[in-house]
T-cell receptor, first 116, second 111 residues
Framework: EAAVTQSPRNKVTVTGGNVTLSCRQT?????MYWYRQDTGHGLRLIHY???????QIGDVPDGYKATRTTQEDFFLLLELASPSQTSLYFC???????????????FGPGTRLTVL | QQKVQQSPESLSVPEGGMASFNCTSS?????YFWWYRQHSGEGPKALM?????GDKKEGRFTAHLNKASLHVSLHIRDSQPSDSALYFC???????????FGTGTRLQVSP
């Protein structure tokens, strides 16, 4: 089974602070994703990537940057955190073909971020 | 923005009962559908996929897809307390690599 790990598992920061969330997958999947989960909104796609150096814009990208440094590692950056970014963040990976995405996604355990 | 609407928001069934979830997409380009389940404190995990019109059965789980009406459903027969979780449908269009998740349905199975 695909392994996706996230760190940290919990993070508290203040408004205006910088936060980096990390994700690593060990199954050489080409696609990686960042989602946020909020009650009433389900899972919303922030950014995703097809491979190292590639970045695609998701549905709720404002206030977030992301970088895919290697096949395994995908980072989510909040440079000026705001309370509205308090959420549960999930990373996922999948072995989809480029351009058409019908593959299963494998999710990490999540990072709970609180912005005070 | 492409959307996937799920209903109901929450559902309570007795142990051994049938649980049913519905999902309607907003875009006819959505062609590939998955159902995911998320237990409390964990990340979502895939239950099953359905890509063709009709029914697909895997054990106690049956998915149904009707592309003409943009509707997909999931049915769990003989529900168990361990099925208590949050259920998501996810849809992918045929013309992009984006995946859109629904808002989720929370299932509670009481012993």
């Amino acid at each position: 089974e695909a392994a996706v790990t996230q760190s940290p598992r919990n993070k508290v920061t203040v408004t205006g602070g910088n936060v980096t969330l990390s994700c690593r997958q060990t199954n050489s999947h080409n696609y990686m994703y960042w989602y946020r989960q909020d009650t009433g909104h389900g899972l919303r796609l922030i950014h995703y990537s097809y491979g190292a150096g590639n970045l695609q814009i998701g549905d709720v990208p404002d206030g977030y940057k992301a970088t895919r440094t290697t096949q395994e590692d995908f980072f989510l950056l909040l440079e000026l955190a705001s309370p509205s970014q308090t959420s549960l963040y999930f990373c996922a990976s999948s072995d989809a073909d480029w351009g058409v995405n019908y593959a299963e996604q494998f999710f990490g355990p999540g990072t709970r971020l609180t912005v005070l | 923005q492409q959307k996937v609407q799920q209903s109901p928001e929450s559902l309570s069934v007795p142990e051994g009962g049938m649980a049913s979830f519905n999902c309607t997409s907003s875009d006819r380009n959505f062609q590939y559908f998955w159902w995911y389940r998320q237990h409390s404190g964990e990340g979502p995990k895939a239950l099953m996929s359905i890509f063709s019109d009709g029914d697909k059965k895997e054990g106690r789980f049956t998915a149904h897809l009707n592309k003409a009406s943009l509707h997909v459903s999931l049915h769990i027969r003989d529900s168990q307390p361990s099925d208590s979780a949050l259920y998501f449908c996810a849809a992918s269009p045929s013309n992009t690599d984006k995946v859109v998740f629904g808002t989720g349905t929370r299932l509670q199975v009481s012993p």
